[in-house]
């Protein structure tokens, strides 16, 4: 099975397919060629929280703003799966996780180079250098294509919540296509608070286990498929009712907090 | 064979493939991940027009409004196939159609309730409690799975129009993308009709075969791919020149009563 | 194998899909349906960029303005594909360049026409005569269809470029969906100019491999993955910056000639 994402919308990853399918009679899903342009770090967020639902398989991800320069192309084997992709930290988040559900350290990643003749001559590195890299990863495998080690690689991790205090501190990671602000606060910090109210940089929230557990257009701090704190809106955009955007912070406070 | 539906975008659906291709090897096909947000009656009226023209098979349907509230996960059995989503009324139409076309009564559906541990608990039920239940009853089948007939369950009919008279009454019951006003009379009525005038609304418009027979922003009056008069303009938006949207009363009388 | 393409958008390729895997189990793969609405010439463009990577297919193409107008339906045959659409040039690039690739005269296919009992009574002619069609053609095979050869079919050609002399004009035949504007002048004419900078239509522009070799909302010349001279700017949009759009003249000139 090959996967395949991209920022490409329409129709330059049938060129993608068109290529793998003269190489190999994989299975192909796509997981989404509509990610922001050029925008790698949310790519890296959704790939980190839909990859990891997948069997063991190769990931074709072309997310890639330097293409052309002389950016490494790479493979990342995290054991049971393979991540091919630019190197410029998109394929990190997801293969770190990968590797900590297959029972690995997750700093413990094999990452290879893809050779490529002349890195800097293709405007479509999609078509002509991954996507054959990532039929080859599937029908010859990683041992007999014999890849050489990375000398290094682009790092990219999502900022960690403080959680220890009684507040807890965050930040916005990314904000989805229904406008919910998703944070990279754990799930775990409401526990105590379901059908509660928090304050939520400064202003009070219901906390709520589902976006109708609120009114059409009423805001709510919830916990998201990705197991993170949301701040939502029901049928309506959390971002703009709350104020906020990828990056900014986000204060959690208990009422008991605010009273003491 | 499983296929998909959703108002989900990009890229919520590939974790739902990702969930049911770790328990099957079933063909994947998604009908659309574009339904309108949360229209439930647009929905299952694209279901009802494109279901029908596929093999037997698991369909699975997410447009789920009342996620995370206690609203029932069901399964209904039309006999060839299974369609799996939320009691909500979204299936209901569809349903209908594939019993009957099975050479059954529409009335005499088997629905089935999918045991949920703790229905409130999640906000992504496509994920976690739809994809592997289209699974298991693709692999295992509602017969071993033994799932419990529904006490009641949510009901979705469309209008039925009034043909009996000279004049013709029915609504708008869906705009598709390209503007053509969907309306619940049948295309029947327009056989004596085709090449002459009817009055839509107390205004004269042109019978007309297919778009292109009248000139580019014209309107005419037609029989859509769904057998449905639908009221449109050639290359244009046939809700913005007739003035209709979903749930506008529709008439269509001929010019001999207009004259009569 | 089959490929889709259209104008469709959603949910209508599904119903095509429905009927074409009631046919045949070919594997089906989306190539696009985001084509510009019933515009044929850049669809035929994006045809061919993207089919000829494609391994030997039946390849299904829906874009018909004139759908329920006489026009024929057509099957093209180019040696290892075949190409099954309506009768209008959307077809012919494409065909004509698999032709050559497969070693042929691209002025040498072999065109067949498709029965249709009734071609003025349909509004989706792709559900039920070109899917159809196509899921023929995979399975049963042109030589046993016998379908007869048309008598004539509709032209398309994309202009040519005047490459000869040392000023070099073509023209814009399609901007894609980032606002590139690629033209029909081969990628060669640039080959003496890397890293010097061209007079575009009388304006100087640098002469880049890739995008991101210029900063951000500059704009460039350089050679797209469809092998053709491009203007563009690095995540932006050239259409724009270069006031140019499909037909624009485009002229290239080299600071020398300028200067002499």
Do not use: C
């Not at 490494?72 to 049971?80: H, L, P, R, W, Y």
């Not at 996780?97 to 590195?125: C, K, Q, W």
């Not at 059908?195 to 939520?200: D, F, G």
């Not at 009070?204 to 976006?211: K, L, Q």
């Amino acid at each position: 099975m090959i996967t395949l994402s991209s920022d490409f919308g329409s129709p330059y990853p049938a060129a993608m397919k068109g290529v793998i399918l003269q190489l190999s009679d994989a299975r192909l899903v796509d997981v989404s060629h509509e990610f922001p342009r050029q925008d790698v770090r949310t790519s890296a967020f959704w790939l980190r929280e839909v990859l990891p639902y997948f069997p063991p398989a190769v990931h074709l991800v072309v997310v890639d703003p330097g293409v052309g320069t002389d950016r490494n192309a790479i493979v990342v084997d995290t054991g049971d799966h393979q991540l091919v992709g630019p190197d410029n930290g998109v394929l990190l988040p997801v293969s770190r996780r990968l590797a900590r559900m297959a029972g690995g350290n997750e700093d413990d990643l094999a990452i290879y180079e893809i050779p490529v003749d002349d890195p800097e001559s293709a405007t479509f590195h999609g078509r002509d250098v991954f996507a054959p890299a990532a039929a080859a990863v599937h029908e010859t495998g990683l041992v007999d294509l014999d890849y050489p080690i990375v000398d290094g690689f682009v790092e990219l991790a999502f900022p960690e919540p403080d959680t220890d205090g009684e507040d807890v501190r965050g930040e916005v990671i990314v904000v989805d296509g229904f406008g919910n602000a998703i944070t990279n606060i754990p799930g775990g910090v409401l526990e105590a608070h379901w059908n509660e109210e928090l304050s939520v940089n400064g202003e009070g929230a219901p906390v709520r286990r589902t976006y109708a557990a609120v009114e059409p257009d009423e805001r709510l701090v919830t916990v998201g498929s990705h197991g993170n704190v949301e701040l939502a809106v029901n049928q309506g955009r959390g971002d703009e009712s709350f104020g906020v955007q990828v990056g900014s912070a986000v204060e959690l406070r208990s009422p008991t907090e605010r009273n003491g």
